[in-house]
T-cell receptor
Framework: NAGVTQTPKFQVLKTGQSMTLQCAQDMNHEYMSWYRQDPGMGLRLIHYSVGAGITDQGEVPNGYNVSRSTTEDFPLRLLSAAPSQTSVYFC?????????????FGPGTRLTVL | DAKTTQPNSMESNEEEPVHLPCNHSTISGTDYIHWYRQLPSQGPEYVIHGLTSNVNNRMASLAIAEDRKSSTLILHRATLRDAAVYYCILRDVIINYKLIFGSGTRLLVRP
């Protein structure tokens, strides 16, 4: 299994540009989520999905859109990038939401918005 | 959500045991205690979790206080590869859609 994969690894955008961060998992996990990590801080939840066709907002959803058309993929869209969105973005998945389950994280996408 | 408190940083010598503490005095009866670690430039990695009893796996041991208000992650023989930020996180046993990351403990391992 490849686990959780993310592309691209690095991206530089100009203010106002749009882009999509890709996330895929091959573990048939129902639950997927996106976090952002700013320098020296822990991760914060942006959006999550409990299954194909179902998404919801996390702690910091403003400026981001998501959709979940398949179990495997959970892309994160930035419609109009802002410097405040400069961060490292991590995608995660797990087989469910029960508190005893571990989450699997991808390697991250490092995004810089100029 | 219940909060956790960890020291900002700790140091250890290679091949010595490391005890990473975590306080969670407001833990509820339905909270699991999870530990994740994040190696430099990587995503977080699951280490271990427990509810009431001490737990062991191939990576570490988790010692949970009898009143569950604190726990300790034990790395039995630290290696240079164990240098990372370690996060202690509480998750409700029934349903919890997010992991609440604090600032964690940065572990430095000296050769």
């Amino acid at each position: 299994n490849a686990g959780v994969t993310q592309t691209p690894k690095f991206q530089v955008l100009k203010t106002g540009q749009s882009m999509t961060l890709q996330c895929a998992q091959d573990m048939n996990h129902e639950y997927m989520s996106w976090y952002r990590q700013d320098p020296g801080m822990g991760l914060r939840l942006i959006h999550y999905s409990v299954g194909a066709g179902i998404t919801d907002q996390g702690e910091v959803p403003n400026g981001y859109n998501v959709s979940r058309s398949t179990t495997e993929d959970f892309p994160l869209r930035l419609l109009s990038a802002a410097p405040s969105q400069t961060s490292v973005y991590f995608c995660a998945s797990s087989s469910g939401l029960a508190g005893g389950l571990e989450q699997f994280f991808g390697p991250g996408t490092r995004l810089t918005v100029l | 959500d219940a909060k956790t408190t960890q020291p900002n940083s700790m140091e250890s010598n290679e091949e010595e045991p490391v005890h990473l503490p975590c306080n969670h005095s407001t833990i509820s009866g339905t909270d699991y205690i999870h530990w994740y670690r994040q190696l430099p430039s990587q995503g977080p990695e699951y280490v271990i979790h427990g509810l009431t009893s001490n737990v062991n796996n191939r990576m570490a041991s988790l010692a949970i206080a009898e009143d569950r208000k604190s726990s300790t992650l034990i790395l039995h023989r630290a290696t240079l590869r164990d240098a990372a930020v370690y996060y202690c996180i509480l998750r409700d046993v029934i349903i919890n859609y997010k992991l609440i990351f604090g600032s964690g403990t940065r572990l430095l391992v000296r050769p």
